[in-house]
């Protein structure tokens, strides 16, 4: 429902100053899933995620750029932004995590060499926790990066 969508995004705009990382997550998630690309919401969002990508969870860093590359919103700043907030936890991610990352940056024709190397080193010792599509999608992104 176009108007509702429109309506809720409007309200949270207002709202995303006073948002957790985990709200601005959640909700660059849901419009991207439901594929409604509402470009003042994204960039209030982008905003204010700026300010907060240290305290977003590995997995909010990487729904959220998943988000935005699904939504096709290439803004190498907040990009910038997640990759300096997420190398850090690497370590630690979740195996869909790690593709999800490598997959959002190759759909938006980014390369990011630290970020590649984080990804590498951590899904080289925890490949066998991949499930298929994670296998699939972390050689394609290498690939369509032209970065092997």
């Not at 590498?120 to 926790?129: G, K």
Request: glycine share 2%; with cysteine; proline share 6%.
């Amino acid at each position: 429902d176009i108007p509702l969508l429109n309506s809720i995004a409007s309200a949270s705009l207002a709202r995303f100053p006073e948002a957790s990382q985990q709200d601005l997550a959640n909700t660059s998630w849901a419009f991207a899933t439901l594929a409604f690309g509402h470009l003042p919401l994204l960039a209030s969002i982008a905003a204010a995620a700026m300010r907060r990508c240290h305290d977003f969870t590995v997995q909010g860093l990487s729904n959220t750029a998943w988000a935005f590359a699904t939504l096709a919103i290439h803004d190498q700043p907040f990009f910038d932004a997640i990759s300096a907030a997420a190398i850090p936890k690497i370590p630690v991610a979740q195996a869909q995590n790690l593709s999800n990352f490598v997959w959002s940056f190759a759909a938006l024709s980014m390369r990011d060499l630290p970020l590649r190397q984080a990804i590498s080193a951590a899904a080289l010792h925890r490949c066998a926790e991949f499930a298929p599509q994670d296998l699939a999608v972390t050689p394609w992104s290498f690939a369509t990066l032209s970065v092997w």
